[in-house]
């Protein structure tokens, strides 16, 4: 599988942007997909993933209420919508494919790693 996360850019505090996460070479409809994100000189932490059918998603605390992540499963394609955004979201955001079919916040369930995109919050 290669991941191809795009819609990263610059932007202002209290704006949005919509992260894509694109899958090529085999569907993922039938596991889990997540999100990351790292900012410089921090580990990369977990922002919010969902389950293979869509129905269970779970949020980082400091996202929830702001960010909605979506499946479209025939497009082979995760969104991630993050409005309200603030400078502390600043980070290279990363989608990843679970093992499973389960939505989860740990790294060592996802085995399939996009190449990142930057996103840029301005105070």
């Known amino acids: 599988v290669q991941l191809q996360a795009s819609g990263g850019g610059l932007v202002q505090a209290g704006g949005s942007l919509r992260l894509s996460c694109a899958a090529s070479?085999?569907?993922?409809?039938?596991?889990?997909v997540g999100w990351f994100r790292q900012a410089p000189g921090k580990e990369r932490e977990f922002v919010a993933a969902?389950?293979?059918?869509?129905?269970?998603?779970i949020y980082e605390d400091s996202v929830k209420g702001r960010f909605t992540i979506s499946r479209d499963s025939a497009k082979n394609t995760v969104h991630l919508q993050m409005n309200s955004l603030k400078s502390e979201d600043t980070a290279v955001y990363f989608c990843?494919?679970?093992?499973?079919?389960?939505?989860?916040?740990?790294?060592?369930?996802?085995?399939?790693w996009g190449q990142g995109t930057q996103v840029t919050v301005s105070s």
């Open positions: 990843a494919v679970a093992r499973g079919p389960v939505a989860s916040r740990h790294l060592n369930q996802y085995n399939y």
């Open positions: 070479g085999r569907t993922f409809s039938n596991n889990g």
């Open positions: 969902i389950g293979w059918k869509g129905y269970n998603t």
